[in-house]
T-cell receptor, first 113, second 113 residues
Framework: DAGITQSPRHKVTETGTPVTLRCHQTENHRYMYWYRQDPGHGLRLIHYSYGVKDTDKGEVSDGYSVSRSKTEDFLLTLESATSSQTSVYFC????????????FGPGTRLTVT | AQSVTQLDSQVPVFEEAPVELRCNYSSSVSVYLFWYVQYPNQGLQLLLKYLSGSTLVKGINGFEAEFNKSQTSFHLRKPSVHISDTAEYFCAATSNTGNQFYFGTGTSLTVIP
């Protein structure tokens, strides 16, 4: 299994509070991605990174920001959480793009009350 | 932009029966196609991928898929399913000019004893 961990694995927070999710990899892969998974929508890309300090938006980036200061860590921040951001968040990594597979982390279940 | 359509949201099938999960994509450029499986409370893992060459692709756990360019389809098949195949299956696509993966909404396969 690819070395990807996500923390926390579960979080309940209140509307309006900031939340940061962490993805950590031990594979030294260049590309990292954040997705959210919702019933009826499958996986939708939030942000991705193609190197340290190099990030770009995905299709559902509003309300989210990311940072990547080291190869191994990719942080996803919800500046002011809303109930619509209740979801399961997956981090993925890829050695190259686009033809190599993505390896997924175990997911973080976030509930915003 | 590319889109991926999984035509069936739920597929129930009896154990040892064959199954086909359907996937169609829209693209006017060279395309790379993937099938991922997600077991309950886990991340996604790659079943198989099509990059080029033979249109029949074999993957893990006895699954195979056929790339059909004229019908823009990439259907997943297994000749005889097991209880352990019960999971969510996602079709995904990207291209050599793209920087994102696009996932379908998923097909929930339930194998009935």
């Amino acid at each position: 299994d690819a070395g990807i961990t996500q923390s926390p694995r579960h979080k309940v927070t209140e509307t309006g509070t900031p939340v940061t999710l962490r993805c950590h990899q031990t594979e030294n892969h260049r590309y990292m991605y954040w997705y959210r998974q919702d019933p009826g929508h499958g996986l939708r890309l939030i942000h991705y990174s193609y190197g340290v300090k190099d990030t770009d938006k995905g299709e559902v980036s509003d309300g989210y920001s990311v940072s990547r200061s080291k190869t191994e860590d990719f942080l996803l921040t919800l500046e002011s959480a809303t109930s619509s951001q209740t979801s399961v968040y997956f981090c993925a990594i890829s050695e190259t793009h686009p033809i190599n597979e993505q390896y997924f982390g175990p997911g973080t279940r976030l509930t915003v009350t | 932009a590319q889109s991926v359509t999984q035509l069936d949201s739920q597929v129930p099938v009896f154990e040892e029966a064959p199954v086909e999960l359907r996937c169609n994509y829209s693209s006017s450029v060279s395309v790379y196609l993937f099938w991922y499986v997600q077991y309950p409370n886990q991340g996604l893992q790659l079943l198989l991928k099509y990059l080029s060459g033979s249109t029949l692709v074999k993957g893990i756990n006895g699954f195979e898929a056929e790339f059909n360019k004229s019908q823009t389809s990439f259907h997943l098949r297994k000749p005889s399913v097991h209880i352990s195949d019960t999971a969510e299956y996602f079709c995904a696509a990207t291209s050599n000019t793209g920087n994102q993966f696009y996932f379908g909404t998923g097909t929930s396969l339930t194998v009935i004893p």
